[in-house]
């Protein structure tokens, strides 16, 4: 039990398909996060979202399209993805994103696979 | 050059071996540093985070230095199950940056 789900785990969808990925973290923080891993690169920052509002986007492409309705639940909405977006995304919270002591949680990710 | 670098390994060294990863970081600005731990095809999770004063944790010691801008991990006595990406992350103005990892493999 992380405190972070992630569904699906796993996603295999077309170029044109449009699909969700959903996060929900039971831990009580204000923060969240979505990150990218692709094979033999870095985790990639790709949003983050402190207290329901916005306030990192790491130039994603606009195919990809967070939603945070709450402090507990976080969105990527996925429409006309490229094969090359096929990674694990991986979805994270803590406590307080302006506070930089504190660690970040991770859910177990979502493999995506575009066909 | 990378903001948070590791030599990615792998790192082959048998049970018991005491084993030492290091992470340089460029930006001075950087606020706090961890290292995670990632197993095959799984989510990053926290080993522990790392001081000047140094933190051990069991077989586990991570140092900082940030003058020279470098942090460590040493592994005392292996175990297999210690086998992992060991993943560096500082964290600067509200973000982590994570290096790219270290790869450790622990034979028998």
């Known amino acids: 039990e992380t405190g972070v789900t992630q569904t699906p785990r796993h996603l295999v969808m077309g170029m044109t398909n449009k699909k969700s990925l959903k996060c929900e973290q039971h831990l009580g923080h204000n923060a969240m996060y979505w990150y990218k891993q692709s094979a033999k690169k870095p985790l990639e920052l790709m949003f983050v979202?402190?207290?329901?509002?916005?306030?990192e986007n790491n130039s994603v492409p606009s195919r990809f399209s967070p939603e945070c309705p709450n402090s507990s639940h976080l969105f990527l909405h996925l429409h006309t993805l490229q094969p090359e977006d096929s990674a694990l995304y991986l979805c994270?919270?803590?406590?307080?994103?302006?506070?930089?002591?504190?660690?970040?949680?991770f859910g177990d990710g979502t493999r995506l696979s575009i066909l | 050059r990378k903001e948070v670098e590791q030599d990615p390994g792998p790192f082959n060294v048998p049970e018991g071996a005491t084993v030492a990863f290091n992470c340089t970081y460029s930006n001075s600005a950087s606020q706090s540093f961890f290292w995670y731990r990632q197993d095959c095809r799984k989510e990053p999770k926290l080993l522990m985070s790392v001081y000047s004063s140094g933190n051990e944790d069991g077989r586990f010691t991570a140092q900082l230095n940030r003058a020279s801008q470098y942090i460590s991990l040493l592994i005392r006595d292996s175990k297999l199950s210690d086998s992992a990406t060991y993943l560096c992350v500082v964290i600067r103005t509200g973000k982590l940056i994570f290096g790219q990892g270290t790869t450790l493999q622990v034979k028998p």
């Open positions: 994270a919270s803590s406590q307080d994103a302006g506070d930089s002591n504190q660690p970040q949680h």
């Open positions: 979202y402190n207290f329901k509002e916005q306030t």
